[in-house]
């Protein structure tokens, strides 16, 4: 059984920053790409940023050049650092992560932390 969990979601004003983590655990032999995506109110959910196994990143545009993806392999863990934090930021965030376990290769989400950005 593999399981993630993200923590770090909060409150912030506009302009600042925060910093998510997202946790793998259970029976993992190796994870391949990592993603953040986010879902705010009545819309869709979207992908946010990638980094794969070999730290290779990929951003929205809406998130280039204030969102940074990155990795700790040894601790099965991906963080999503957030600055000049906007409003329209304002969502649940959930990470996924493609993961080789016990049971094949499988895709797996958290189960959200909510971001608020205040204006």
């Known amino acids: 059984q593999v399981q993630l969990a993200e923590s770090g979601g909060d409150l912030v004003q506009a302009g600042g920053s925060l910093r998510l983590s997202c946790v793998a655990s259970?029976?993992?032999?190796?994870?391949?790409?990592m993603r953040w995506y986010r879902q705010a109110p009545g819309k869709q959910r979207e992908l946010v940023a990638t980094?794969?196994?070999?730290?290779?990143?990929r951003y929205a545009d809406s998130v280039k050049g204030r969102f940074t993806i990155s990795r700790d392999n040894a601790k099965n863990t991906v963080y999503l650092q957030m600055n000049s934090l906007k409003a329209e930021d304002t969502a649940v965030f959930y990470c996924?992560?493609?993961?080789?376990?016990?049971?094949?290769?499988?895709?797996?989400w958290g189960q959200g932390t909510q971001v608020t950005v205040s204006s």
């Open positions: 996924n992560a493609e993961v080789y376990s016990s049971l094949g290769l499988r895709a797996y």
């Open positions: 259970g029976s993992i032999f190796s994870i391949n790409a």
């Open positions: 980094i794969t196994s070999g730290g290779s990143t």
